[in-house]
């Protein structure tokens, strides 16, 4: 009885929640951060963790680079389908059964004993997270009126920051006191307060009118994605003897060719397609999605790299190298609700043309990476990275969503982050396989210029032979042996700086271009946004 009445009670009072709309918008947004911090978290966690996955399995960057790649790929297409999936099943629903998707996922990944299972654990742990992100983002401007918009999703901006500071540091930090495994076990427990904090919090909300599923557009996306990351990441592979012109690279991208043209015939044809590539032609949000599509590129291929560097060229512990990225998550969690603040009341293309610039000059920097870099040089980028992504992720979500309708909101955040994602995968696998391009030339031109007669050569190795001597014994074979394998190991640690070092200039490269489209963005029309309320 007393049960019964104290779950009446708290019905009771989500009821009264519900009506006082001023506060439950921010608790909703709250309970929103929490799968948002997730979905980004295990995107960023991972990174610190590859070296060890790799050593633990034995594989190298073209097989582990999955783990990433599998996980975005997936995310990737099924975020089209949340908008569908949130109209026809409700967005409260559609998100504690993500959230939950999510969580059982990330603990398989613990479990998993091979990278290929881990891979296929992975794919679930994606499918979950391809729904939070947009649905979380369309109820969060479904409750915040365009006003104070700007200044809700800079919040929820606060989220994705803060997995970018603590999603390595906490790996790093697991890593080194436990094992790999716990990076993923990290998920269960707040997975399951955000599934608790859903139900309780967020009220039901679907559409009046729901509509057909696209299998056919669903399914040729999948085709073309799948096929086009598949092609670019294994075209260096070991096992691909073939390289760019290999069969199996052609047949990869003559599927993905018939998939994209499938997906963009019915796209156009059907009358409820999966993705409303019409949206596309509202001149901001066109615009907009150009300009996220190539910053991903540039963006996950970067940090993707970065650990890898740290871990293997300057011997950083994964927990070292998880605590260079806190102050990039904090800079940016600051700078959010900054952006949000004044894409609100000037015009929005002037934070995020300096975010993209400082981001652009960030990863200029990391080209002049070597295998005696300061602390220093290493943190001033990512203190600019975390300043930069903070100025010009939410005046984008702004310019972007200013004239889409509300009931295409679902559609288009969903889209949104498809293309965002999409961009993702594709920087990662390419700049993997521009790492292992650029390493076997600079492996090449470095083993070329060493010149075993000269004597700069044989004086090295004397002394490397009387250091091996003196340090460990044995005969002097052994020690000359000992000694050009010392030589052979600095050669190639030099040429994985120099590879990394080209990765990173391209990235640069990738990402000053994102500057162009900023400027035929159009401003917001006057009196929306000029004066924002104060927070309620």
């Known amino acids: 009885m007393s049960l019964a009445l104290n779950a009446g009670s708290v019905r009771g009072q989500i009821s009264v929640l519900h009506q006082s709309h001023r506060m439950y918008k921010w608790l909703v947004l709250a309970n929103v951060m929490i799968g948002t911090f997730m979905a980004v978290l295990d995107s960023t966690i991972v990174n610190v963790g590859l070296p060890k996955i790799m050593a633990t399995f034995g594989v190298t960057i073209d097989k582990i680079e999955w783990v990433m790649t599998a996980y975005l790929l997936v995310l990737a297409v099924m975020l089209p389908t949340s908008g569908w999936v949130a109209d026809h099943f409700g967005y409260k629903r559609t998100y504690a059964l993500a959230l939950a998707l999510f969580t059982i996922g990330s603990f398989l990944c613990g479990m998993a004993w091979d990278e290929n299972i881990l891979v296929i654990f992975r794919i679930i742990q994606g499918a979950g997270a391809g729904f939070l992100m947009p649905v979380g983002m369309a109820i969060v401007t479904r409750e915040f009126p365009p006003e104070r918009r700007g200044i809700a999703l800079g919040f929820w901006s606060i989220a994705a920051a803060a997995s970018v500071s603590f999603g390595p540091l906490i790996g790093g930090y697991l890593i080194d006191n436990f094992s790999w495994h716990t990076i993923f076990y990290v998920n269960v427990p707040v997975g399951i307060l955000g599934v608790f904090a859903t139900i309780v919090i967020q009220r039901e909300y679907k559409t009046e009118h729901t509509r057909s599923f696209d299998l056919l557009g669903f399914a040729s996306v999948a085709v073309f994605l799948t096929f086009l990351l598949l092609a670019l990441t294994d075209g260096n592979a070991s096992w691909n003897t073939g390289g760019w012109t290999s069969t199996f690279i052609l047949t990869c991208l003559a599927l993905s060719l018939v998939g994209l043209i499938v997906f963009l015939v019915t796209e156009f044809k059907v009358r409820h397609p999966l993705i409303e590539l019409r949206l596309l032609k509202d001149f901001n949000f066109g615009i907009t999605n150009i300009i996220l599509f190539i910053f991903g590129l540039g963006m996950f291929g970067s940090t993707f790299l970065m650990p890898l560097y740290l871990q293997n060229s300057l011997n950083y512990t994964p927990f070292q190298a998880g605590l260079v990225f806190l102050p990039v998550g904090i800079l940016q969690g600051i700078m959010a609700p900054v952006a949000g603040f004044l894409s609100d009341r000037v015009d929005a293309r002037i934070p995020a043309a300096i975010g993209i610039i400082l981001l ?69 696998a390419m700049f993997g396989t521009l790492l292992t391009r650029r390493l076997i030339f600079h492996t090449a031109s470095y083993g070329m210029a060493v010149n075993d007669h000269s004597a700069s050569f044989q004086k090295v190795i004397r002394g490397l032979e009387l250091f091996s001597q003196h340090a460990i014994g044995g005969s002097i074979p052994q020690s000359i042996l000992r000694g050009r394998a010392l030589i052979i190991g600095h050669l190639m640690k030099q040429a994985f700086v120099s590879a990394v070092n080209d990765a990173f200039l391209v990235a640069g490269v990738i990402t000053i271009v994102c500057l162009v489209p900023i400027f035929f963005l159009r401003r917001k029309r006057s009196g929306v946004g000029v004066r924002a309320p104060a927070m309620e």
């Open 360 to 428: 652009g000059i960030s990863m200029y920097l990391n080209y002049f990476l070597s295998l005696f870099s300061m602390h220093s040089q290493i943190m001033l980028p990512l203190y600019l990275r975390g300043f930069a992504m903070g100025l010009m992720f939410t005046p984008l979500s702004t310019l972007a969503l200013t004239n889409v309708q509300k009931n295409k909101m679902a559609q288009a955040s969903g889209l949104f982050n498809v293309i965002r994602q999409v961009g993702g995968s594709f920087g990662v």
